[in-house]
């Protein structure tokens, strides 16, 4: 069965903290996987990721991929209260032909406190 | 990246009645997806539709219940039938973008069911 998890659950830090959230998954077809920023109902696009050890950055936020181990991480330094939010690792495998479709790992909850 | 409009942004129905969501996307896609996010969880694929061809549904959700329109490149319809309060949930559409964008949601329809 294909799946995505996501560790941990949820976190509690304060702000100036670094995080490091993880994603492992275990699918057919693997084509990339992404993250996303959820604040209240739309998950915001946050990183695309296809091939292994290359990073990807965007201010304090960081992303990598181990294609051989399976798994991602994603790394937010400095962490602000604008942080909260839940943040969605998705894999994007291919089901036949130009299909793909996405398969969503349960997410982790950040809390950033003053 | 593309905007989605989505809507109803939120609705309260009762049960027994149906609800419409609907996505105008500006711009023409070929994929549109529909996603549940049940409170406390993570985002579930319900179906994906294809303009012109009838919408490819996931294990665990079926046209009678999720009724799906696609009459053009730019919008598609989700239909929750026959509700009840099992159905309260988050309704996400979304189309793929690439490399640059990912997956782009719309704003998401908040649902309870009462």
């Known amino acids: 069965e294909d799946k995505v998890v996501q560790s941990p659950l949820s976190l509690v830090v304060h702000e100036g903290d670094t995080v490091t959230l993880n994603c492992s998954y275990e699918?057919?077809?693997?084509?990339?996987l992404l993250w996303y920023k959820q604040e209240k109902k739309a998950p915001t696009f946050l990183f695309m990721l296809?091939?292994?050890?290359i990073e990807k950055k965007s201010g304090r936020l960081s992303s990598i991929l181990d294609k051989k181990e399976l798994f991602s991480i994603l790394n937010i330094t400095a962490t602000q209260t604008g942080d909260s939010a839940v943040y969605l690792c998705a894999v994007v495998m291919n089901y036949g032909g130009a299909t793909n479709k996405l398969i969503f790992g349960t997410g982790t909850l950040l809390a950033v406190q003053p | 990246s593309a905007v989605i409009s989505q809507k109803p942004s939120r609705d309260i129905c009762q049960r027994g009645t149906s609800l419409t969501i609907q996505c105008q996307v500006d711009?023409?896609?070929?994929?549109m997806f529909w996603y549940r996010q049940q409170p406390g969880q993570s985002l579930t694929l319900i179906a994906t539709?294809?303009?012109?061809?009838?919408?490819?549904?996931e294990s665990g959700f079926v046209i009678d219940k999720f009724p799906i329109s696609r009459p053009n490149l730019t919008f598609s319809t989700l239909t929750v039938s026959n509700m009840s309060p099992e159905d309260s949930s988050i309704y996400l559409c979304?189309?793929?973008?690439?490399?640059?964008?990912?997956?782009?949601f719309g704003s998401g329809t908040r649902l309870t069911v009462v």
């Open positions: 979304s189309v793929g973008e690439g490399a640059a964008y990912g997956y782009t």
């Open positions: 296809t091939s292994s050890g």
């Open positions: 539709a294809n303009q012109g061809s009838e919408a490819t549904y």
């Open positions: 699918v057919t077809n693997f084509r990339s």
């Open positions: 711009s023409q896609v070929t994929m």
